[in-house]
């Protein structure tokens, strides 16, 4: 899978919860996920700016991460073939059905995996009960 | 593991009981579009993902790529147009417009948010879509029927199971992937089927089912042309021949509620597309797979496929051809398998079937099981609408 990098404009410290939830998200279908946190470049012994944040990004995003950062200089984001990058605002994302729609867009353009399930757990238990009921599974 | 639906995820936007009950309460003081047979049938089946990744009537950016370029505008393949045609009567809606769905009696089957009215080449479209402009061609005909301008706007559907046909076989695709996984099945192959079965297509679900884990029978029976066989009878026939003759833990049987377009080659992948969704790994394609007339070549449906990216199909297309029982093989076969000129070969031409069965004689059991033509000659003695029960045309359509 193509590399990606989602730029998340605006989100200060208290936008971290977003940036965490959009990665949980992705990363339980099974896509590589780095959450650029605010310290995260100097944890990786480079100066806390927002080129080399990009520059960063773009490195693990060519290696087919999925990188969510907030914060990063756009010209340090120079994708060429070998990542994608989607811009999006926090706001946007506090948003469900704008959150869901840019996630939906992502998926069908092959950025990250689709969900890991496609039947709820509760939902799969009644379609059994079903199932059972119109014969085409034997009673337990 | 079972494949992935097309376009990555199912879509479910299906509503019932009490869900179903609020979304057609939310609907008052809404304007309505009434449906015809065919748009109701597409609305079921993407509300319940069997048409994943659409979620609604196509606007125009998916309407002319999947008509020129046979792809969604976001990118997955797909080969037919899925529209709701503006009709004489229905209120001139605009974008951003909360409409309920309704059928010709009125009933709500679902809404739509509208996000687009164009106008569309209807000629164009047919010839693109079902390679003629011929208007004795029922798609082309159909088509002409309508009034050029579509509206475009994802879709909620409602489902009622209590007034459904054949509720015992109704299942949607997420129900269709628990049966699989429940019974252990990785690999499905799907048979898709307008005609009732004969020993010819008992042969080639046989020949699939000897490299799968799993069959899915899974008879058409939205909305047909005039002429073609009862959805009803070709469903008895079913029922009669899997009770004795194939082994109930490795068959499924479920109806598929989609409309024919006789479009061919392109209703073939599109065909084979929607079976993805259902969990199908394979699909069995024959030959003149959903033609009509002389449209389309013996082999069109079967080369299209090999036009597309194995990957971006998703779905294994099996090729199949006429099989018949040779007697001196003593066995079914096709022209791939046996070594025998045709006098040796037990083949009926539809038109005579049709007219023995009108006529009360038993076709050779070697090319339709007794207990499947006694079904087909009970249908045949109806009066109207069962004339041409038991073709032998066609299979695998």
């Known amino acids: 899978m193509k590399g990606l990098v989602i730029w998340i404009r605006t989100a200060g410290d208290s936008g971290e919860a977003v940036l965490d939830e959009l990665g949980a998200e992705i990363s339980g279908r099974g896509g590589r996920v780095e959450v650029f946190h605010g310290h995260a470049v100097e944890n990786l012994g480079m100066e806390e700016n927002s080129r080399a944040k990009a520059v960063a990004c773009a490195m693990l995003a060519s290696h087919g991460v999925v990188v969510i950062a907030s914060g990063v200089d756009p010209s340090g984001l120079e994708t060429g073939e070998r990542f994608a990058l989607r811009e999006v605002s926090e706001q946007q994302l506090l948003d469900i059905t704008y959150r ?31 199932l059972r009921e119109m014969g085409y599974l034997d009673e337990d | 593991m079972l494949v992935a639906p097309h376009g990555g995820r199912l879509v479910d936007r299906q509503f019932e ?4 009950e609020e979304l057609i309460g939310g609907l008052r003081g809404c304007r309505s579009l009434t449906l015809n047979a065919r748009e109701r049938n597409d609305l079921e089946m993407i509300g319940n993902g069997a048409m994943s990744p659409m979620e609604g009537f196509m606007c125009s950016p998916d309407y002319h790529s999947v008509v020129d370029l046979m792809h969604l505008a976001s990118g997955p393949l797909w080969s037919l147009p899925v529209v709701l ?20 009696s009125g009933d709500i089957w679902g809404d739509m948010v509208v996000e687009e009215v164009f106008h569309a080449d209807l000629d164009m479209e047919a010839e693109k879509t079902l390679g003629t402009q011929d208007p004795a061609h029922p798609g082309v005909a159909y088509l002409r029927s309508l009034s050029g301008h579509y509206i475009g706007g994802p879709v909620r559907s409602v489902r009622r199971r209590r007034t459904e046909s054949f509720p015992n076989y109704r299942l949607d695709p997420k ?20 005609n009732p079965i004969h020993r010819a297509h008992e042969y080639i679900q046989k020949c699939a089912m000897e490299i799968v884990d799993g ?19 070709r ?19 479920s109806v598929f509620p989609a409309a024919m377009r006789y479009a061919g080659p392109r209703e073939a992948v599109f065909h084979a597309l929607l079976r993805k969704n259902y969990g199908c790994s394979h699909f069995i394609v024959g030959r003149d797979h959903a033609g009509v007339g002389s449209y389309y070549g013996t082999y ?10 194995p990957d971006q199909l998703g779905i294994v297309p099996l090729k199949f051809e006429h099989a018949f029982y040779c007697r001196k093989c003593d066995g079914m076969a096709t022209s791939k398998t046996c070594a025998h000129d045709s006098e040796h070969h037990v083949f009926l031409a539809g038109k005579k079937v049709r007219a023995m069965l009108r ?30 029960a038991g073709t032998g045309e066609g299979e695998g359509r």
Not at chain 1, 101 to 125: C, M, N, Q, T, Y
């Open chain 2, 215 to 233: 069959l899915l029978l899974h008879p058409l029976v939205g909305e047909t042309q005039e002429g073609d066989i009862p959805a009803e009878v």
């Open chain 2, 359 to 388: 006529e009360g004689v038993m076709p050779p059991p070697e090319f339709t099981r007794p207990e499947i033509a006694r079904i087909l000659m009970e249908a045949a003695a109806q009066p109207a609408g069962n004339s041409n």
């Open chain 2, 235 to 253: 469903m008895r026939c079913y029922e009669e021949i899997l009770k004795d003759y194939y082994p109930s833990t490795r068959v499924a049987m």
């Open chain 1, 100 to 130: 869901n729609s840019f996630i939906r867009d992502l998926e069908l353009s092959g950025l990250i995996p689709p969900p890991a399930l496609d039947v709820h757990p509760d939902e799969e238990k009644e379609i059994l009960k079903r």
């Open chain 2, 17 to 20: 009981g009490l869900e179903a």
């Open chain 2, 85 to 104: 045609s503006a009709k004489d009567g229905d209120p001139e809606v605009s974008p951003g417009e909360k409409v309920a769905l309704v059928d010709t």
């Open chain 2, 300 to 309: 069109d449906a079967q080369m299209i496929f090999d036009s597309f990216d």
């Open chain 2, 175 to 194: 129900e269709t992937r628990v049966l699989f996984r429940a019974r252990g099945w990785n690999s499905v192959v799907a048979f898709q089927t307008r």
